[in-house]
Nanobody
Framework: QVQLAESGGGSVQTGGSLRLACAGS????????MAWFRQAPGKEREGVAS???????TYADSVKGRFTVSRDNAKKTLYLQMNTLKPEDTAMYYC??????????????WGQGTQVTVSS
């Protein structure tokens, strides 16, 4: 059973930064893609960024230039560096593995999420 655990969420003011981490177990981080998604209250879950084994990354337009996704295969950890945060970035952030791209339906494994709140 693949297990993913997010950490690093919190509350920041507009313009602040946070770094999310996703530790995985029983999953081969050296293959396939991993991704970050977010879901705000009353909204659908949306893709934020993904990174594949070859290092190829994909970002949602809303976060390009502000967020950076990376992975450390040796530590089996996925990261999301979030800079210049905006109130509209407020959401529960989830990591996912075993899929491709940034559409939720393509990912079978999910973490429990970590809350990010950005105040104006």
């Amino acid at each position: 059973q693949v297990q993913l655990a997010e950490s690093g969420g919190g509350s920041v003011q507009t313009g602040g930064s946070l770094r999310l981490a996703c530790a995985g177990s029983r999953y081969s981080h050296s293959s396939g893609c991993m991704a970050w998604f977010r879901q705000a209250p009353g909204k659908e879950r949306e893709g934020v960024a993904s990174i594949c084994s070859a290092g190829f990354t994909t970002y949602a337009d809303s976060v390009k230039g502000r967020f950076t996704v990376s992975r450390d295969n040796a530590k089996k950890t996925l990261y999301l560096q979030m800079n210049t945060l905006k109130p509209e970035d407020t959401a529960m952030y989830y990591c996912a593995a075993g899929g491709w791209g940034i559409l939720p339906r393509f990912y079978p494994y999910w973490g429990q999420g970590t809350q990010v709140t950005v105040s104006s």
